[in-house]
């Protein structure tokens, strides 16, 4: 649900060819004909997970192009460490 807001806000899209791209792909390596493939999927409402999982996987890409990592040194409370010297 989040990831969908988040694509829905950047703006991130899955395209037709997008879709066609993986189902070659899909076509190719399961040695299934595309015409077949594509109508066993529509039947099984497979094609709506996979588009779907496709939005989530390139919101996930966006995301992480956008994510700046921050390394943060570990601190001991005063009163820690106050503790630890005791």
Do not use: F
Request: proline residues 2%; aromatic residues 2%; charged residues 40%.
């Amino acid at each position: 649900y989040i990831l969908r807001k988040i694509a829905e806000k950047e703006g991130v899209e899955i395209t037709r060819g997008d879709v066609e791209t993986h189902l070659e792909n899909l076509s190719r390596s399961s040695k299934i004909p595309m015409e077949r493939l594509v109508s066993i999927m529509q039947q099984t409402g497979q094609l709506r997970r996979i588009v779907d999982d496709m939005l989530i996987k390139k919101t996930l890409e966006h995301v992480l192009q956008k994510v700046k990592v921050i390394e943060v040194e570990k601190t001991i409370p005063e009163e820690k460490k106050e503790e630890e010297n005791s």
